[in-house]
């Protein structure tokens, strides 16, 4: 749908909660950042205390939600606590992360 959409309306239990562009609603979901490390435990410490949440780990990737962190600190703080860093990548929020950011459900395809 996003390929082909220019505007869109999101609808949760009858009601229409948002609308407007793509672009528009992708602000509505908190922008996601991942990281690959060469010490994932201590850069996961490092970017709690910088205030990222919804960490997830996966091998010597980690993957978080920046709430208002911004990705270049994130790396200064990594390269500052002696973590070595070989991937940081801001993720492009996807139109299903604003719908869950917007109704707090996600989608149930295999149903």
């Given amino acids: 749908m996003e390929q082909v959409c220019t505007h869109v309306g ?3 239990r009858g009601k229409l909660l948002a609308q407007g562009t793509l672009a528009e609603l992708r602000t509505t979901a ?3 950042l991942r990281v690959e490390v060469d010490d994932p435990a201590r850069a996961g ?3 709690k205390r910088l205030g990222m949440s919804r960490l997830e780990r996966s091998g010597t990737q980690l993957t978080g939600s920046l709430d208002g962190v911004r990705p270049e600190d994130c790396c200064r703080a ?6 070595g860093v070989s991937l940081l990548v801001p993720e492009r929020l996807s139109l299903e992360d604003a719908f869950v950011a917007l109704t707090g459900e996600g ?4 149903g």
């Fill in 30 to 32: 908190t922008p996601r």
């Fill in 78 to 83: 990594l390269v500052e606590a002696g973590v």
């Fill in 10 to 12: 999101v609808m949760h």
């Fill in 107 to 110: 989608f149930d395809v295999a």
């Fill in 45 to 47: 410490d490092v970017l």
